[in-house]
């Protein structure tokens, strides 16, 4: 639709006809209509258009204008509500002048029309406009309108809130161990079953502990799951939301869960997870307590069947974690430090788009015991980086091998032991902290 008038009539259409369905609900609603009406939990019928209504949702600077010299349109000068007089009337203009294209985009439309045009189907047009609801734009609209007070902003500036569309390592970017790949699996199809899993009673599931060393592929992971899935992925630090305002935090804590209610169905992933633990046993400010205690509510409070809340928590230091946390979870997915393997097939991903000369990605992965993905990039940015220097962008095997020396020194005058046989060591990070930069 481009011609104004037929995007305002479409918009009134799209109104009369999800009030006469009362059987259609707000996944029925293109964006930009259920923008206008939703208030973020429900949709009370009858929705009623204002002009501003269609202004903000289509960009229409003057949708009264658009449409007041046709014989079917009335507003209502008192509280500007735009109405079909005539809906029949309104139908036949409609339907002679749209698009297939546009009611494909539109499944309130398409629930009634779909027979009316070619290669439309309510089903597709649903299954389509599903995912909007993760899209920047729709994140925006909805954490300004809920999130308004300057309170409010501040709390928001702690959140780190990305629409899948702006995830940039996906699934097929990570190498997994077969049990990250079984759990992620079951997530997957629990998401997509989760009206079943409610109906037989299920709802002990959604709960995701990740543990493991840094640079394991904790965070990356949780961000390809909610972009494989289309679901915003909405990010916080337990140090973040605690040392900033101390007495804030239990409130932080509370708009943390109601950010990801709103945004439901969303991914809730809260990392330094261990910093629950640490802040209960210390002797700390009332406050913290206080905010621990909320967060354990939270967590019991929020589901994914009920709330379509995904929550994944991570640490690096599950040793700290105590009893009350730790069973709030129903899976623990272990990251460990990749084995030999893995790192091959590691190097094999990260060097995708590079030409190495005699490139044996074994010899690597069999010298780099004890590196992590992270550190794995970081061996390889070291040395596409010295290349440079060279002015060569054709690595060589050398080259690696050198950045893997070079990488060692560094590591070892941290006091770092890289080589460790201990399998006790591969879970705990404690001790093995490597604060590399390894977020992007
Ligand atoms: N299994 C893996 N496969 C591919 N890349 C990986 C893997 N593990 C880590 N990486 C790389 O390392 C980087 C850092 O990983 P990430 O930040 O997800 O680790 P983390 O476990 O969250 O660490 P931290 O505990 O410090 O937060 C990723 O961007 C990714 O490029
Ligand atoms: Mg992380």
């Not at 439309?109 to 599903?130: G, I, K």
């Not at 493991?212 to 949780?222: I, L, V």
């Not at 010298?367 to 390889?380: A, F, I, N, P, Q």
């Amino acid at each position: 639709m481009t011609e104004p008038a037929l995007d305002v009539v479409g918009f009134l259409l799209t109104a009369r006809t999800f009030n006469d369905h009362t059987e259609l609900d707000a996944g029925d609603l293109p964006p930009a209509v259920r923008r206008a009406v939703w208030d973020g939990t429900e949709i009370q019928r009858p929705i009623v258009i204002s002009t501003e209504d269609i202004r903000e949702g289509t960009a229409i600077e003057d949708p009264w204008g658009a449409v007041s010299n046709l014989m079917f349109t009335e507003r209502d000068e008192f509280n500007g509500e735009l109405r079909l007089a005539e809906p029949s009337m309104a139908e036949s203009w409609f339907l002679e002048r749209v698009s297939a294209e546009a009611i494909a985009d539109n499944p309130t439309l398409a629930y009634v029309y779909e027979e009316q045009f070619e290669d439309v189907s309510y089903e597709a047009a649903r299954e389509e406009n599903r995912s909007i609801r993760a899209d920047r734009v729709w994140i925006d609209a909805l954490l300004e309108e809920y999130f308004q007070e300057e309170e409010d902003q501040d709390m928001l500036d702690l959140v780190d809130i990305r629409a899948p569309e702006e995830i940039e390592m996906t699934l097929d970017d990570l190498v997994l161990t077969e049990d990250q790949e079984d759990e992620i699996q079951k997530i997957v199809k629990a998401i997509e079953y989760r009206d079943y899993l409610g109906s037989i009673g299920l709802r002990e599931i959604g709960k995701l502990l990740f543990v493991g060393p840094p640079g394991t592929g904790k965070t990356t992971a949780s961000r390809a799951l909610a972009e494989e899935l289309d679901l915003p992925f909405v990010e916080v630090k337990l140090s973040m939301i605690t040392s900033q305002y101390l007495g804030e935090t239990a409130k932080n804590v509370d708009k943390v869960f109601e950010v990801a209610k709103r945004l439901a169905p969303c991914i809730l992933f809260i990392d330094e997870f261990d910093f629950v633990a640490k802040t209960r046993r210390s002797d700390e400010h009332a406050a913290i307590k206080r905010a621990v205690n909320t967060l354990l509510k939270s967590i019991d409070e929020v589901s994914l069947i009920r709330d379509d809340v995904l929550l994944i928590g991570a640490t690096n230091h599950p040793d700290e974690l105590d009893a009350a946390a730790w069973r709030r979870f129903d899976e623990i997915v272990h990251f460990p430090r990749p084995d030999e393997d893995m790192r091959r097939e590691i190097l094999e991903v990260i060097t995708r788009r590079m030409e190495i000369a005699e490139f044996d990605p074994g010899a690597v992965a069999a010298k780099t015991e004890g590196l992590t993905g992270s550190d794995l990039r970081l061996v390889l940015r070291e040395a596409v980086l010295d290349a440079l220097t060279e002015n060569r962008q054709a690595l060589t095997q050398r080259d690696l091998l050198d950045a893997i020396a070079e990488f060692e020194e560094r590591d070892s005058l941290r006091g770092l032991n890289m080589i460790d046989d201990d399998p006790a060591a591969l879970v705990a990070g404690g001790g093995h902290d490597h604060d590399h930069d390894h977020d992007h």
